[in-house]
């Protein structure tokens, strides 16, 4: 079920509240879904929507705000719903519910923003487009809350998206538009339609600037050159090429330090 768009933005009731509260009730929410899914193959709408003011802030992160105790929309504790989601569902058919649940958020303005800024593995190159063309749908309703990621810092949309995605941006279309809503729109179209030498063309472009921000690699001019990059991206298995595929800049740092240790050991 997806629903139509709304010039109202309106998000669960329960994501707002104290984090105690709200924790409390994503897990009966998750609970709730997956009972649904289990009697009819779907999931419903929250019980309760609560609108969303303009200029209204929502915490994205958890480390942006703390404060726990204050009653705000805490958007980054949605992904307790998965601490139950899998209540009752049989081992064998969680991994489709969770892309059934995946897709049923996306339909969401509140399902795009939280898989867009908090992604779940993998971060696929054809996930990633997916998520990315969630928000561009909900772009306009979206612009009017502020959003906390960082300690301090009240971002718009546009900032929010800069912060989070404008190294893969550039890592898929080099030099692309100063607009982050156009550069994504051009990014989700490459991405959607993408090889994978696409994608490994992509993570290569990212690594050497990830490496040259990140003091903590010990052995930075192997990690920049693009012969090494080649050799080890081409030699992943195809599923943890998958996982990074989409250049996204968490990922593939995580494997750039995977590489680093191992040049340390020899």
Known sequence: MTPEQSPVLEFPAWLYGTTAAIRRKARAEGRW?????????????????????????LVMHSGAEFDLGRTRWWMHMFGDVFMDLNEGVPKEERQRMRDAFESFCLGTPWGALDYTV?????????RVANRLASVLRFWDVLQGPRYAFWPGKKYTLEELMEDIYRKTLEAWCPGGPASVREHMAMTVKRM???????????????MPVLVEEDTEFKHREVLR???FLRERLSALPPKKFESLSSADKYTVTVQL???DRELGRH
């Open 225 to 227: 050159d693009t012969d």
């Open 33 to 57: 879904w997956a009972r649904e899914y289990l009697k009819t193959g779907a999931f419903p709408l929250p019980r309760q929507m609560r609108q969303v003011s303009s200029g209204e802030l």
């Open 257 to 259: 330090a995977a590489w």
């Open 192 to 206: 959607a339609r993408a090889t994978r030498e696409d994608c490994l063309e992509a993570v290569l472009r990212l």
């Open 118 to 126: 908090s992604p779940s593995p993998p971060r696929s190159a054809e």
